[in-house]
């Protein structure tokens, strides 16, 4: 009898003690109570706790989490309404803290980001909400981290998600920007203009400069042709009096060559012509030789 019971007190122990066995997963933390006060926190592991003095208070993630806030309606410096819509990302770093800090840490964090958002978008007039997200972000992100940091919550990044500014606002801003457009378009199309007008005077200029080259190499070539003739005439000139001087002719033969060419000036129109005296002499000469063989 004695056995039975204690086997079942052996069994009955075992049951206790794996039914207490508890396997704490990857990013993850179990804040562990006795008799009612905080004694430890579980890390990734496996872990017993004894059975009817400790509990397990809380099961904490340690991943980052991101709260997606609802648009916030938020006054400027210049009193203009308007609503921002934001996201934080935090992450939690003590289970202790969160669980003991704060009563609901997700609706603290998301009260205390308005608020923020709120007091820093009143410093700011509206050309300056709309152009300083970066601010407002490293802004709220300070702010955050500090204040949640005695929560055991590290606030890694704040981003302004969307800024919807007043109907009437936006309506002004889509003329401005219209306008602008329009202005930017016209100097473009005046640009236009004025390079192609600069690109066809640049083609009027070469073309130019290139028929005036071309006119100047004419000339030039023409002057070189011309030149190159007159060389002609005078180096065959020259070889005529060379070739004359070689075969050596006699001053008949010279003065004869003289009267022929005297004999065709004289076909043309001159009324008037000197001819040389030894010239005329040889031609004396010829005409009574000319007489005697006639009276033969």
Do not use: C
């Not at 006699?250 to 004999?263: G, N």
């Amino acid at each position: 009898m004695m056995l039975y019971i204690t086997i079942g007190i052996l069994i009955a122990l075992a049951i206790l003690i794996v039914r207490n066995i508890r396997i704490v997963p990857q990013s993850e933390a179990y804040v562990i109570e006795r008799l009612g006060a905080y004694s430890q926190t579980w890390k990734v592991g496996i872990h017993v706790k004894m059975p009817f003095i400790d509990r397990i208070v809380q099961k904490v993630s340690l991943k980052e989490k991101i709260l997606d806030f609802p648009p916030q309606p938020v006054i400027t410096k210049d009193n203009v309404t308007m609503m921002i819509d934001i996201v934080v990302y935090f992450q939690i770093t003590d289970p202790k803290l969160v669980t003991y800090g704060v009563e609901n840490p997700l609706n603290a964090v998301e009260n205390l980001a308005a608020t923020t958002l709120r007091n820093i978008i009143g410093d700011l007039e509206l050309d300056e909400t709309l152009t300083s997200r970066d601010i407002i972000n490293g802004k709220m992100r300070s702010i955050l981290d500090e204040a949640t940091d005695p929560w055991g919550i590290k606030v890694n990044r704040v981003e302004v998600k969307n800024i919807i500014p007043p109907e009437a606002i936006k309506d002004s801003m889509e003329k401005q920007m219209r306008a602008e457009r329009e202005r930017r378009e016209t100097i473009l199309i005046a640009e236009g203009e004025k390079q192609s007008a600069i690109l066809v005077a640049e083609g009027k200029k070469q073309s130019m400069i290139l028929e005036a080259e071309a006119e100047k190499e004419a000339a030039i070539q023409r002057a070189r042709g011309e030149a190159e003739a007159i060389l002609a005439v005078q180096r065959a000139k020259a070889e005529g009096i060379r070739m004359i001087k070689e075969v050596e002719a006699d001053d008949a033969v010279i003065k004869i060559r003289s009267l022929e060419a005297f004999e065709k000036v004289a076909d043309g129109q001159s009324t008037k012509i000197i001819i040389p005296s030894d010239i005329q002499n040889m031609a004396g000469m010829l005409t009574a030789a000319a007489e005697l063989t006639s009276k033969k």
